[in-house]
């Protein structure tokens, strides 16, 4: 069946600090793939999508490779701000299915 | 108002009460979904509308009840819950259905305590 792994948080970095969010899936076929984040009080937003191998996915200094030989969609910023603190959910979209397959999300907080 | 709107935003009921959320689009969209969201846990899928007709169930008890009486509302209508019922209950639109990479959009969430 489809599922989405992701790492484990919560994380706490630095202002600034390089951020990887780990994200692997099983899925039939081909799946599209996203990130969506959710800031405190609020729903999720979709923030990078993949819809092919190889492609990449960016928005607000994020960025993500859809890597289907590793079966991994990896969130990655280069230097994160205090704002970016929120949770980050990978997901996935399999044709056919009717709904996203989300992981358990991760929380990041970012200090000043 | 823009984008899914949900009321109420906070949500305090006894095990014998009825109750009912709400979710508006102002998308125009064709799908409508309700999410549960407990902490620690997936998103977990409870319903899926699509042009008002039910299209996804998963397996989710009878004190949940959904209502789409067109494609720009959704209800759910709860009675007799449990306390593990408590949490933050999602609302999403989208054009079509997922599976197609229609972008989901989200309403800001219920939040439910069942005391």
């Known amino acids: 069946g489809n599922s989405v792994t992701q790492m484990e948080g919560p994380v706490t970095l630095s202002e600034e600090a390089f951020l990887t969010i780990n994200c692997t899936y099983t899925?039939?076929?081909?799946?599209?793939l996203f990130w969506y984040v959710q800031y405190p009080g609020e729903g999720l937003q979709l923030l990078l999508k993949?819809?092919?191998?190889?492609d990449k996915g960016s928005n607000k200094g994020f960025e993500a490779t859809y890597r289907k030989e590793t079966t991994s969609f990896h969130l990655e910023k280069g230097s994160v701000q205090v704002s970016d603190s929120a949770v980050y959910f990978c997901?996935?979209?399999?044709?056919?299915?009717?709904?996203?397959?989300f992981g358990t999300g991760t929380r990041l907080t970012v200090i000043p | 108002e823009t984008g899914v709107t949900q009321t109420p935003r906070h949500l305090v009921m006894g095990m014998t009460n009825k109750k009912s959320l709400k979710c508006e689009q102002h998308l125009g969209h064709n799908a409508m979904y309700w999410y549960k969201q407990s902490a620690k846990k997936p998103l977990e899928l409870m319903f899926v509308y699509s042009l008002e007709e039910r299209v996804e169930n998963n397996s989710v008890p009878s004190r949940f009840s959904p209502e789409c009486p067109n494609s720009s509302h959704l209800f759910l209508h709860l009675h007799t819950l449990q306390p593990e019922d408590s949490a933050l209950y999602l609302c999403?639109?989208?054009?079509?259905?997922?599976?197609?990479?229609?972008?989901?959009?989200f309403g800001p969430g219920t939040r439910l305590t069942v005391t």
């Open positions: 999403a639109s989208s054009q079509g259905l997922s599976g197609r990479s229609y972008e989901q959009y």
């Open positions: 997901a996935l979209d399999q044709t056919g299915a009717n709904n996203l397959f």
């Open positions: 899925a039939t076929g081909y799946p599209s």
């Open positions: 993949a819809t092919k191998a190889d």
